[in-house]
T-cell receptor
């Protein structure tokens, strides 16, 4: 079974631009979560989608948004990029709905975003 | 609020020796605990999890972890380290009550010397 895939793997943008990242979950998984990983802050939860609905949201500004499609694929958008948005953005999928805290999340390889 | 502490930024061990990567947690309700490993330029790979039952959990690549409720710890262990085990290790906790959102530790860099 194929793992979680993320595209693109690397992105370079300039301040003020916007960016869209894509995540395809493991086949059969319906929950997709997004995380931002930086050396200073570690892994921080962005949001989680299940059945095209955002179920949970972390403490990030409204510039960060996402959506999920009927095939469970998810996209994350960051508008008006800032230097501090440079990070590795990780997507994770799991089978069940939010609230199933016992579910294992499986992570993709990430998208490395650099903002200049 | 739930939290995870990985008190060591880096752990050094010689190949063939046992290794331990420490993790302590704080959570309301029953804890669900996870260990992940991250290799350079890669995402996190699931190693093992504790949900309920036996306090000693066995996972991938020969790793195991021991859940200790009284000490609120979930240390990762391996009897004999390999150079290829060198990576960044993350502990995470979720709760049976409160927020579903997992909290990750800051990570521990494991370096296994030949």
């Amino acid at each position: 079974k194929a793992g979680v895939t993320q595209t693109p793997r690397y992105l370079i943008k300039t301040r003020g631009q916007q960016v869209t990242l894509s995540c395809s979950p493991i086949s059969g998984h319906r929950s997709v979560s997004w995380y931002q990983q930086t050396p200073g802050q570690g892994l921080q939860f962005l949001f989680e989608y299940f059945s095209e609905t955002q179920r949970n949201k972390g403490n990030f500004p409204g510039r960060f948004s996402g959506r999920q499609f009927s095939n469970s694929r998810s996209e994350m958008n960051v508008s008006t990029l800032e230097l501090g948005d440079s990070a590795l953005y990780l997507c994770a999928s799991s089978f069940g709905a939010s609230g199933l805290s016992t579910d294992t999340q499986y992570f993709g390889p990430g998208t490395r975003l650099t903002v200049l | 609020a739930q939290s995870v502490a990985q008190p060591e930024d880096q752990v050094n061990v010689a190949e063939g020796n046992p290794l331990t990567v420490k993790c302590t947690y704080s959570v309301s309700g029953n804890p669900y605990l996870f260990w992940y490993v991250q290799y350079p330029n890669r995402g996190l790979q699931f190693l093992l999890k504790y949900i309920t039952g036996d306090n000693l959990v066995k996972g991938s690549y020969g790793f195991e972890a021991e859940f200790n409720k009284s000490q609120t710890s979930f240390h990762l262990k391996k009897p004999s380290a390999l150079v290829s085990d060198s990576a960044l290790y993350f502990c995470a906790v979720r709760s049976s009550g409160g927020s579903y959102i997992p909290t990750f530790g800051r990570g521990t860099s494991l370096i296994v010397h030949p």
